[in-house]
C-alpha cells in the first residue's frame, strides 16, 4: 500500500492545486499539473475529430461513384 500524502489531500480539500498551490480549476503559471490536464483534454477532443473525419471520407468514397 502506497503512503498517503496528507499535504495533497489538504490541498484538494481546500481547493487548490497540490503543484502549484493556485486557485482550481486554474494553476499559476506554467503548473504542469494544469499542463496534463490540458494535454489529456485536446487529446479526447482529437481523438473524437479523427473519428469524424474517418466516418465522413467513408461517406464521401462511398457515395463518390453514384
Given at each position: 500500500m502506497s503512503e498517503i500524502d496528507w499535504h495533497k489531500i489538504q490541498r484538494k480539500?481546500?481547493?487548490r492545486c497540490h503543484f502549484c498551490g493556485g486557485d482550481?480549476?486554474?494553476h499559476r503559471g506554467v503548473c504542469p499539473v494544469y499542463g496534463e490536464e490540458?494535454?489529456?483534454k485536446w487529446d479526447g477532443i482529437n481523438?473524437?475529430?479523427d473519428e469524424?473525419?474517418?466516418a465522413v471520407n467513408y461517406?464521401?468514397?462511398?457515395n463518390k461513384h453514384v
Open positions: 480539500l481546500e481547493g482550481l480549476p486554474d490540458l494535454h489529456k481523438k473524437g475529430i469524424i473525419e474517418d461517406i464521401l468514397e462511398k
